[in-house]
Nanobody, 119 residues
Framework: QVQLVESGGGLVQAGGSLRLSCAAS????????MGWYRQTPGKQRELVAT???????KYVDFVKGRFTISRDNPKNTVYLQMNSLKPDDTAVYYC?????????????WGQGTQVTVSS
């Protein structure tokens, strides 16, 4: 079994910064792509950023230049540095990882961490 545990969410004023972390644990042979998504009430979960095992990253337009995704492969951890936060960034943030536990790559989700940006 594989678990993803996020941390780092909280309440911040507009213009502030937060750094989210997501650590994978359990039976892990290899982790391929990792990513961050977010969801607000009544809306579908949306992609924020992804990063390959080799470090190539992609971002959605509304976070480009403000958010940075990174990962530490030996620690099976992915990070999301969020700067210049806006009230519209308020959401539950989820990490996702494609993990091979011996049966091919399967996508796993964390439990989510709340980010609230006040105006």
């Amino acid at each position: 079994q594989v678990q993803l545990v996020e941390s780092g969410g909280g309440l911040v004023q507009a213009g502030g910064s937060l750094r989210l972390s997501c650590a994978a644990s359990g039976r892990i042979f290899s982790i391929n792509d990792m990513g961050w998504y977010r969801q607000t009430p009544g809306k579908q979960r949306e992609l924020v950023a992804t990063i390959t095992r080799g470090g190539s990253s992609k971002y959605v337009d509304f976070v480009k230049g403000r958010f940075t995704i990174s990962r530490d492969n030996p620690k099976n951890t992915v990070y999301l540095q969020m700067n210049s936060l806006k009230p519209d960034d308020t959401a539950v943030y989820y990490c996702n990882a494609k993990v091979d536990s011996g049966m091919g790559y399967i996508g796993y989700w964390g439990q989510g961490t709340q980010v609230t940006v006040s105006s």
